[in-house]
C-alpha cells in the first residue's frame, strides 16, 4: 500500500507537466509568463513551508540535532556545487546560463533533478503518509512551471513539439525511477532517514531561496505586483499545512 502512495504521487508530477504544457501552448505568451510568474510565488510558499514545518521537525524528532543541522548545510554547499556544473539551477529566465546552454543540458539537469526528487518522496512517505503528501505536493507545485519553461526553452532551441514533449516525459519519468530506488534501498536502511529529509530541506531551501525568491525580486510590478507575490507566497505555506492535516487523517 505504501509503495502505491509513493508511485501514485511521484507520478503526478508528470501528468501535471504534460497537462501544464499542453494547456499553456494554447495561451498567448503573456497569460503563459504571469501563469509561471504566479507559480513562482506560489511554489516558493509551499517549498519554504514543508522545509520548515515537516521535514526538519521530522529529522529532528528521529536523531540529534548537531548531525541532522551539519547535514543541512552539507547539502545547501552541495547544491550550491551541483548549480555550478548546471545540474541543479532549476532556471526561470529564459537567457538565464542553463538555458543559454541548449536543450540536452536541460534535459540532462532536470533527469538528476528529478531522480533525486523521487528518491526525496520515497524517503517522506516511509516516514509519514502526512509527510510525504506534503513534499509530494510541494515538489509537483515547483515541477509544473519549471517544466513548462523548459518545455517553452526547447521549443525556442528548435525542438519539435512532439520531440520536446516526449523529452519532457522521460525527464519527469526520472522522479518515478528515484521513488522506487528510494523505497527499495530506504526501507533497509532506515536510519539514514532524518538525513535524506535533512538534505530535502537542504534542497527546498536552496530552491525556494538562491532560484524562486530571487526570482521574485527581479520581477516587475508589472509582471507580477508584490502584493500579488505576497499572497501566493502565503498561499502555497497554507496548502501545506492543508496538505499536512489532511494526510493526517489516513
Request: proline share 4%.
Amino acid at each position: 500500500m505504501l509503495l502505491t502512495w509513493i508511485l501514485v504521487f511521484s507520478l503526478s508530477g508528470t501528468v501535471a507537466t504534460v497537462a501544464g504544457s499542453s494547456l499553456l501552448l494554447a495561451c498567448s505568451p503573456l497569460t503563459r509568463n504571469k501563469f509561471l510568474s504566479a507559480m513562482v510565488s506560489y511554489a516558493a510558499g509551499t517549498l519554504l513551508a514543508v522545509s520548515f514545518l515537516r521535514l526538519l521537525p521530522e529529522a529532528l524528532e528521529m536523531a540529534k540535532p548537531a548531525p541532522v543541522m551539519a547535514t543541512v548545510l552539507i547539502g545547501v554547499v552541495l547544491f550550491f556545487l551541483l548549480e555550478k556544473m548546471l545540474l541543479w539551477r532549476h532556471c526561470h529566465d529564459h537567457d538565464c546560463e542553463v538555458h543559454s546552454a541548449g536543450g540536452p543540458l536541460i534535459i540532462i539537469g532536470d533527469s538528476v533533478h528529478n531522480l533525486v526528487d523521487g528518491v526525496l518522496i520515497a524517503a517522506a512517505f516511509l516516514t509519514s503518509i502526512s509527510l510525504g503528501i506534503a513534499t509530494a505536493i510541494a515538489i509537483i507545485i515547483h515541477e509544473v512551471p519549471q517544466e513548462v519553461g523548459d518545455f517553452s526553452i526547447l521549443l525556442d532551441h528548435g525542438y519539435k513539439k512532439a520531440k520536446a514533449m516526449t523529452l519532457n516525459i522521460l525527464s519527469s519519468l526520472a522522479t518515478v525511477l528515484g521513488a522506487v530506488i528510494g523505497y527499495a534501498a530506504l526501507d533497509y536502511l532506515r536510519p539514514a532517514i532524518p538525513y535524506v529529509l535533512a538534505l530535502s530541506a537542504a534542497s527546498f531551501i536552496y530552491i525556494a531561496t538562491v532560484d524562486l525568491i530571487a526570482n521574485m525580486h527581479r520581477q516587475s510590478q508589472r509582471q507580477q505586483p508584490q502584493w500579488a507575490q505576497i499572497a501566493l507566497l502565503f498561499a502555497g505555506i497554507a496548502t501545506i499545512m492543508l496538505a499536512s492535516g489532511l494526510g493526517n487523517s489516513h
